[in-house]
C-alpha cells in the first residue's frame, strides 16, 4: 500500500528557506510519478514540481521556477522540496503525492502535472511565510 508522509513545514520570514520531505513507503519510489502541490485558504490545488525517473521529465510552476528545487534520495525512498527565497504568496499546505508512472504514461511534462492524475496523496504539511 502506498504511503507518504509529509514533513519540513514551519513559519518562516519572507526571503527564508525551508526542506519539505515526503517519505514514502510500501512502494518503489523510482517507478512513480511524484508530485508536489499546494492549496492556499480559497484557493485551488496548484502544482509546484513534478519529477518522473521514467522519462526524467521535471516540471516546476512559473511562480517558483529559480526558487525550489525538486530532488530524490533513492536510497531513503524519499523526494525532497527546497524551498529559498520564500514569498508571503508562497503559503499554503503543501502535499505530496504519488502515481505509478512506469513505462512512462506522460504524467508529469515540462508543461505541467495534473493533480486529478495522482492517485496517492500524504496528509499535507503548512507552509507560513509572514514576518
Known amino acids: 500500500q502506498v504511503r507518504l508522509v509529509e514533513s519540513g513545514g514551519d513559519l518562516v520570514p519572507p526571503g527564508g528557506s525551508l526542506r519539505l520531505s515526503c517519505a514514502g513507503s510500501?512502494?518503489?519510489?523510482?517507478?512513480?510519478?511524484i508530485g508536489w502541490f499546494r492549496q492556499a485558504p480559497g484557493k485551488g490545488r496548484e502544482g509546484v514540481s513534478c519529477?518522473?525517473?521514467?522519462?526524467?521529465?521535471?516540471y516546476y510552476a512559473d511562480s517558483v521556477k529559480g526558487r525550489f528545487i525538486i530532488s530524490r534520495d533513492n536510497a531513503k525512498n524519499t523526494v525532497y522540496l527546497q524551498m529559498n527565497s520564500l514569498k508571503p504568496d508562497d503559503t499554503a499546505v503543501y502535499y505530496c503525492?504519488?502515481?505509478?508512472?512506469?513505462?512512462?504514461?506522460?504524467?508529469?511534462?515540462?508543461?505541467?502535472?495534473?493533480?486529478?492524475?495522482?492517485?496517492?496523496w500524504g496528509q499535507g504539511t503548512q507552509v507560513t511565510v509572514s514576518s
Open positions: 519529477t518522473s525517473k521514467s522519462d526524467g521529465s521535471t
Open positions: 503525492a504519488a502515481e505509478f508512472d512506469y513505462p512512462s504514461r506522460g504524467v508529469v511534462t515540462t508543461l505541467g502535472c495534473d493533480y486529478a492524475d495522482f492517485g496517492s
Open positions: 510500501g512502494f518503489n519510489m523510482d517507478y512513480y510519478a
